[in-house]
């Protein structure tokens, strides 16, 4: 397995400075955002789809730091019932496939979107409980004429150019646990597969480690995010885990997301690291920092310090002792 980081935590330094600290810290892969939700401070698009030139160069300064792209992510909601919002993040998506396939990277990040319970809402609608009925209906209807038929559209796209798609699961969208991450895959081809982050699954009680099982042994983990989560055992109870609050109001929320190691600990992390291994995972493990509590580098830097304990690095070897 190879460290990374999802570098739209240093979007504030120029290009080159954060690829210089990246590289510093001992990681051997970055993760660009190129837009939507983590913006493209380092990974525009529209200016290295269109420039030879720049495009060399983009490639030469991640290579020459020993440095190597896990994925470009553009998290949006390409589904979203606001057609003007929809159809901004499904252009992104379709550029940033073309972008990966020119930059040999085999993973585009993204969300599954979440659109609207009729053809003329205004907000997205996330059914979340099978009762009263009308939910059960609501998600019917966005599954057959939204979330698969975009899917299997963006997924034969990015299949004609080899690249795969990283659906994270997270709260708010269609996709957000294992399970409805392969009802899409069975729908779609292998081409849609998780990124997956335990962080998100932490907060909805799913166990990280089981859903590493369930979803590699179907093959459906595409890349992998390194964020933790710690839950309030009195908030929690007040809120529910499906707490409305404002992530800024630490003190009063049910959970908020921590470094790794600050929620779980490596004990934890080493289960979670082995288990990739086993479901035959050997990819990128990307630091994503989202921890109120640190900065930007104390935070990074923490994750990195823990997951270096923790990672399998070398290629398996033969059991001798067989």
Known sequence: MKLGVFSVLFSQKP????????????????????????????????????DDGKLKAFKQAIASRGLIISALSCHGNPLHPQKQISQ????????????????????????????????????????????????????AWQWEHKVIPYWREAGKFAADRNVKFGLELHGGFSVHTPANLLRLRDAVGEVIGANLDPSHMWWQGID????????????????????????????????????????????????????????????????????LRLVG??????????????SVDEGFTRAVQNLEQVLIKEPLGEMWWV
């Not at 997205?124 to 099978?130: E, G």
């Not at 995972?281 to 640190?294: A, C, N, P, Q």
């Open 15 to 50: 290009f080159e400075e954060a690829l210089d600290y990246i590289a510093s810290k001992g990681l051997q892969a970055i993760e660009f955002g190129t837009g939507a939700y983590p913006g493209n401070a380092h990974c525009n698009p529209d200016i290295l789809l269109n």
């Open 88 to 139: 901004e993040h499904h252009e992104i998506i379709l550029k940033t496939v073309e972008l990966a396939q020119r930059l040999e990277v085999p993973i585009v990040n993204t969300f599954s979107g979440c659109p609207g319970d009729h053809e003329n809402a205004k907000y997205p609608n996330w059914p979340v409980a099978p009762w009263p009925n009308d939910y059960q209906e609501i998600l």
């Open 208 to 275: 990280p480690v089981q859903a590493i099982h369930v979803l590699g042994r179907a093959g459906a983990i595409h890349h992998f995010h390194a964020k933790d989560t710690s839950i309030d055992p009195i908030n929690v109870n007040k809120h529910g885990v499906t707490d409305m609050q404002s992530y800024s109001l630490m003190l009063d929320r049910a959970w908020q997301f921590r470094t790794v190691g600050y929620g779980h600990d490596l004990k934890t992390w080493a289960d979670i690291i082995s288990a």
């Open 281 to 294: 995972y050997d990819y990128v493990v990307s630091i994503e920092h989202e921890d109120g509590l640190m």
